[in-house]
């Protein structure tokens, strides 16, 4: 069955930077690609970017440009995500979730049709 | 990019009784590309619905999407215990993916 397993929380200070991992399992990890979306405490869903299983091409959201870059090893189907110069701001439950193409993979057109269990990620002085 | 507006933002009512959930879109959505996703505390959302009216692997047929262009609506037909619970909308027909901000489906 199609499992995406997290890394767990993490505390980090205002200015460092976070790596959260999410290996997949239960499908061939290189036919599909990989969207983060984060949820800060009692909000709703921020789509934050996505990565492709295959050759690694991104797309990421306007708003985290610069601060966020996303990879894969595909020799352990893992995606990785890592974001830089936190601020409080950035405190949220961060969710890997399988991207289903409608179409055009790199066009932007995912819905979201498996989840990792989310990792909670702390900024606090 | 497109904003999804959910209404309304706390429904309350009784098991057995039905739902429904509306979502707007500020512009119309390409292909008709909107999910729903149901999310209970402490878990991660679950897709429910795509393509507007196509229910996920396992979704109960409880669960029934429909609308184009603009107005979408998900109906749960007889709420059950575990029906309870925040559903978000998403639509995917342009970049960037956006969500609507929830509507919650409580126990009255």
């Known amino acids: 069955q199609v499992q995406l397993v997290q890394s767990g929380a993490d505390a980090k200070k205002p200015g460092a930077s976070v790596k959260v991992s999410c290996k997949a399992s239960?499908?061939?990890?290189?036919?599909?690609?990989i969207s983060w979306v984060r949820q800060a405490p009692g909000q709703g869903l921020e789509w934050m970017g996505w990565i492709s299983g295959y050759k690694g091409y991104t797309n990421y959201a306007q708003s985290l440009q610069g601060r966020v870059t996303m990879t894969t090893d595909t020799s352990t189907s893992t995606a990785y995500m890592e974001l830089r110069s936190l601020t409080s701001d950035d405190t949220a439950v961060y969710y890997c979730a399988r991207s289903f193409c409608a179409g055009d993979c790199s066009s932007g057109r995912w819905y979201f049709d498996y989840w990792g269990q989310g990792t909670l990620v702390i900024v606090s002085s | 990019e497109i904003v999804l507006t959910q209404s309304p933002g706390t429904l309350s009512l009784s098991p057995g009784e039905r739902a429904t959930l509306s979502c707007r879109a500020s512009?119309?959505?390409?292909?008709?590309?909107l999910a729903w996703y149901q999310q209970k505390p402490g878990q991660a959302p679950r897709l429910l619905i795509y393509g507007a009216s196509s229910r996920a692997t396992g979704v109960t047929d409880r669960f029934r999407g429909s609308g184009s262009e603009t107005d979408f609506t998900l109906t749960i037909s007889r709420l059950e215990p575990e029906d309870f619970a925040v559903y978000f909308c998403q639509q995917y027909g342009s970049s960037p993916v956006t969500f609507g901000q929830g509507t919650k489906v409580e126990i009255k």
């Open positions: 239960g499908f061939i990890f290189t036919s599909f690609g």
């Open positions: 512009q119309s959505v390409s292909s008709n590309f």
